[in-house]
């Protein structure tokens, strides 16, 4: 990280996947670390080189960088005063956009960020049932109430929450059985490298009924991507509360936290609330983004082009299976799993030299503005970069 010298923002980017560490395994001087400007599928590096983008924004852009709705809705907001004094005409309005898409949802509260939301789902669900305890599965975001342990968070609030595995019943069973009445919630995110079996999510479903607790689905990668719907949509699970984000608003920072307006009453019992929660210029964003969702039926291209993506790359697996162990996730969100962490990081910046940003490790994600004739492309230079690995590393042995 030498060439990064003594930097302003602590630990290099605000956001910590997008660190080139992360990204990359590390940092040279041939990486690109900072960008200037996105459009569709290809970004702009702070050197201007041009690169073809799998990570869109970390699954927060499902309609392409910049795209031209998104925009035009974006600047009228913005020429409109963008906020005020007063709840927009917006806000209710896209609500009743989401409740219409997802019968499901019933009531709602925007906020900023996926972690924020997730955290007034818990809250939520705390003041539904007067509990405390929490079980998850997956990322729910850096707050404090889903950290199994972390420096800096009081071990009365980690001793609050546990992990259910995924896909694992029985096991899921046990656990929310032995929580017992002092269960408040089970968070799920429905898609962890597989698609959720069938059984799991009735388990999930019975057992937090039983147990007189919430489900609740954080959809925040799902949302307008595995369906408009999410993951609830797709495979036909009904949670207690829904918790969208990232691809709602095209990039733009929107999430929500909805479903059965009986749960959502509770906002009169507890205090959720942010200043510019009620900003209209993401409302804007995420008006005109369902509106290409659903009239150019995205999720289905995401679909097709994912799956193009997806069984490529299993070809790719067989062929270079000196550095490749598998294919991991699901059409619409895939990697590939590569046999070590220095082989991932030679891979990566050997795409990244052929102007090509594809995560080493979950997820990379397609987009409206990805076609096939995209991805055939994109194949291609990874075929390239995993032959020039594969060359190196037999060299090395
Ligand atoms: C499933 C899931 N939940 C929660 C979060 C946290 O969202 P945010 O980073 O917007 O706070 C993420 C972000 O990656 C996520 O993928």
Redesign the pocket.
Known sequence: MERLGMERIAGFTSTGSKRPEVLFGGADSSLPLRMAASSGCRVWDSEGREYLDYVMA?GAVALGYAHPAVTVAVVKAVQQGGVGPLAPVLEEEVAAEICRLMPWVEQMRFLK???EA?AAAVRLARVATGRERVLGC????WLDWCQSESVGVPAGTTALYGEVPFNDPDRTRELIRSAGDRLAAVVF?PVILRPPDPAWLAVLREETERAGALLVA?E??TVCRLAIGGGAERYGYRPDLVVM?KALANGFPL?VVGGRAEVMGGVSRTWISSTLATEFVSLAAARATLEVMTGQKVPAHLSSVGGHLLSGLEALAQRHGGVVLGVRGIAEMCFLEYRDQTLSARVAAACASRGLLFKRGAYNFVSLAHDGATVDYTLGLLDEALAAVTQLHRGAR
């Open positions: 970390l960020t996926g972690a997730m997956g990322y729910h975001g995110e954080d925040i990668k984000g999430a």
